[in-house]
């Protein structure tokens, strides 16, 4: 069962040891674990439903509560506090593509907002309800089935609300794989993936989903959009395009083809310590504009390296492994690279050994499969410590961007430096760390995580928060960064999209979201602030 104000099933609990709470303690001062709002007394807040009776609309305050909001701090804050101001009037499943032809037709007739619900993962604010109209969400889970399989082209077609899990299980059926991991992976669906530019953890080898995509059909208030595969085409503007990254601006996409691959017969992760950052960033970008045929490439800075050996959990061996770390020149500035390569075993096997030549080059000490392994069984469930943090009054949010090589240093050390900045006014500490999440040969996705005091008191923590994220964001747009490289837009980035895009090119989206939704229906707020 889904948690419904956190992340996750209820029924997993990844807690945080004595250890790491001592070292949050020293670092943030003791948390107070706030008191969080029961569900039956914020269902009982919602106002009734302004959309009249429909046979695929359930109106039920508890189904519309559990599709109001996704994973952002500020939605966190929502509904641990109970204040949910906005909701959905109605909560769709439907099960076809005519269903949802039928729902957008009925939306439109009631004068309500549509905005399409895959697995609630959503990190900056994709779901938030209209305000002053109906707004019906439209959750396309029940359209999960491999429809297609074509084994010579290597292309899958799924209804585009499976979920990773769902998906790779199908195709594991016949000898595939997508291989397209986010973090949310285990909840997020292939429709969301495609419609916010989503990248996975493996992206190296299998591509972002940018590239996986290759067709589908999107239900739309003018009609239904067709979008044909091909391995190429030089037929004017590419309307993949169009629907990647629309974040439901469009319409609905009901279903998906997106470009497979056959399952690995080999994989492996990786860990590596080089001896500080400085070195650690030629040695990746070396090893990434080698084009090795890698999977997986995952830099932490040092900060992001002591802290995620605090969260080990077994001090005695991390203070053995760190002992010979420091004897082979790798000392507290360590930087830990997690190295993955996945396919034929021979090329996989020569692509590791290609790379951790490089990595010795800059001094980089192996410390072989462990820890690398450990980060791929725990991989879907390190998000879970949002949860424990939370119920030891700490906050965990995270900023990402993408920027060419010259910036990424730079862009790392002033985004740490304007957080700790940014709630420095209320007195408060902000433990800052980052790593490379994605390399690329021009540059590299910064991430950057950030722990920080809860108040415990709802316009306190929403100010704090927006504090942070303002100056975090402005700090990215400055140093040369995209706003998102991997989590969409939303609300929560909309307010910098303009200085990416620039005044026509917003202009240009404005003219192509009229053009499919005449009326504004679909998603509104998302993407372009009214």
């Known amino acids: ?142 359209l999960r089935a491999m429809t297609a399989l074509d084994r010579d082209s290597l292309l899958a077609t799924f209804g585009a609300g499976v979920a990773g899990p769902d998906l790779e299980a199908q195709l594991r059926a016949h000898g595939y794989t997508l291989g397209h991991f986010p973090q949310s992976f285990e909840y997020s669906t292939l429709g969301g993936w495609v419609v916010t530019r989503s990248s996975g953890q493996q992206s190296l080898r299998y591509g972002r989903i940018e590239q996986l995509f290759a067709g589908g059909r999107m239900e739309t208030p003018q009609g239904r959009l067709d979008i044909p595969t091909f391995p190429a085409s030089a037929a004017g503007p590419d309307l993949r395009e169009l629907v990647l990254g629309s974040e439901g601006r469009l319409g609905i996409l009901t279903e998906a083809t997106v470009r497979i691959s056959p399952l690995p017969d080999f994989e492996a992760f990786h860990a590596v310590f080089l001896p500080d950052w400085e070195r650690a960033e030629p040695a990746v970008r070396a090893i990434v504009q080698a084009r090795l045929g890698l999977s997986m490439l995952r830099l932490s800075n040092p900060v992001e390296t002591a802290t995620m050996l605090t969260l080990a959990g077994n001090q005695k061996q991390v203070a053995l492994l760190e002992t010979l770390l420091r004897l082979r020149g790798a000392g507290d500035a360590k930087c830990m690279l997690l190295v993955g390569a996945s396919g034929n075993q021979g090329q996989a096997r020569a692509a590791l050994a290609a790379a951790l030549k490089i990595a010795r080059r800059h001094g980089g000490v192996h410390a072989g499969r462990g820890l690398g392994e450990r980060w791929k069984k725990n991989r879907f469930r390190n998000v879970y410590l949002r949860n424990a943090a939370w119920e030891r009054g700490y906050a965990i949010d995270t900023v990402e961007t993408a920027l060419d090589w010259p910036r990424v240093s730079p862009a790392m050390r002033a985004v740490e430096r304007a957080a700790l900045d940014a709630l420095a006014v209320d007195g408060e500490r902000v433990h800052a760390y980052t790593h490379l999440s994605h390399l690329y040969p021009q540059g590299a996705s910064v991430y950057t995580t950030f722990i920080w005091r809860l108040a415990g008191n709802y316009d306190a923590d929403l100010v704090r928060w927006g504090r942070l994220k303002s100056a975090v964001s402005e700090t990215i747009v400055a140093g040369g960064g995209t706003i998102s490289h991997q989590h969409g837009v939303g609300t929560d980035h909309a307010p910098w999209l303009r200085m990416e895009k620039g005044q026509l090119g917003m202009d240009a989206l404005g003219a192509l979201f009229r053009q499919f939704d005449p009326s504004g229906c679909m998603n509104p707020g998302k993407l372009l602030t009214p």
Request: glycine letters at 10%; proline letters at 10%; charged letters at 25%.
């Open 1 to 142: 069962m889904r948690r419904w104000n956190g992340w996750g099933d209820a029924s997993i609990e990844v807690p945080i040891g004595e250890g790491a709470l001592r070292f949050l303690a020293r670092e943030l001062g003791p948390g107070t674990a706030p008191r969080d709002a029961a569900f039956d007394t914020v269902c009982a807040r919602l106002p009734p439903s302004r959309l009249p009776p429909h046979p695929l609309v359930d109106s039920a305050p508890a189904v519309r509560l559990t599709h109001a909001l996704g994973q952002s701090l500020p939605d966190w804050l929502r509904l641990r506090h109970g204040r949910v101001e906005a909701a959905p009037d109605g909560v769709a499943f439907p099960e076809s593509a005519e269903d949802v032809r039928e729902l957008l037709r009925f939306a439109i007739d009631a004068g309500a907002a549509v905005v399409p619900y895959g697995g609630g993962t959503s990190v900056c604010g994709h779901l938030d309800a209209a305000r002053g109209r109906p707004t019906l969400s439209v959750d396309m889970r029940r």
